[in-house]
């Protein structure tokens, strides 16, 4: 990890709410944002911002979500947030997250990462795929 991984650094990115991410049970016009496709884009622009301030062989997993989705988004807006580090805590980091849409607040919460040597972590999965193979 970068010496400039510290609480308090913060980025803002924003998120064009595409069919992809929106439910269909409401058919056509009631399309909004998914709870499970904003779990995601929290996760990968957390881990994204993350990979910044790690050093090469690095990365992270995530290890928790906590999350309230406070409002509807439809289908073609955008949806702004911000991710700013919160603690670090050794390879435990800790992200609060806020987003807002064009008229209302979106979601609040903390996300928590978890930063790995990949080539470790690869041995590690290999190792308990040969377990549960019997091998």
Do not use: W
């Not at 690095?58 to 289908?75: C, I």
Request: hydrophobic share 40%; aromatic share 6%.
């Amino acid at each position: 990890m970068k010496a400039s991984l510290v609480a308090g650094i913060s980025t803002t990115r924003r998120v064009p709410i595409d069919k992809g991410r929106t439910i269909s049970f409401m058919g056509e016009d009631g399309r909004v944002y998914a709870t499970p496709s904003m779990v995601l884009d929290i996760e990968q622009n957390c881990r994204d911002f993350l990979l910044e301030h790690l050093d090469p062989g690095e990365d992270s997993v995530g290890t928790r979500v906590e999350v309230d989705h406070l409002a509807a988004t439809p289908l073609g807006m955008n949806v702004e947030f911000t991710i700013t580090i919160a603690e670090v805590k050794g390879k435990a980091v800790t992200f609060e997250v806020t987003a807002k849409d064009e008229l209302d607040p979106v979601c609040k919460g903390k996300h928590f990462r978890f930063v790995v040597d990949v080539a470790k972590t690869q041995e590690r999965l290999k190792a308990k795929i040969a377990k549960a193979k019997g091998g």
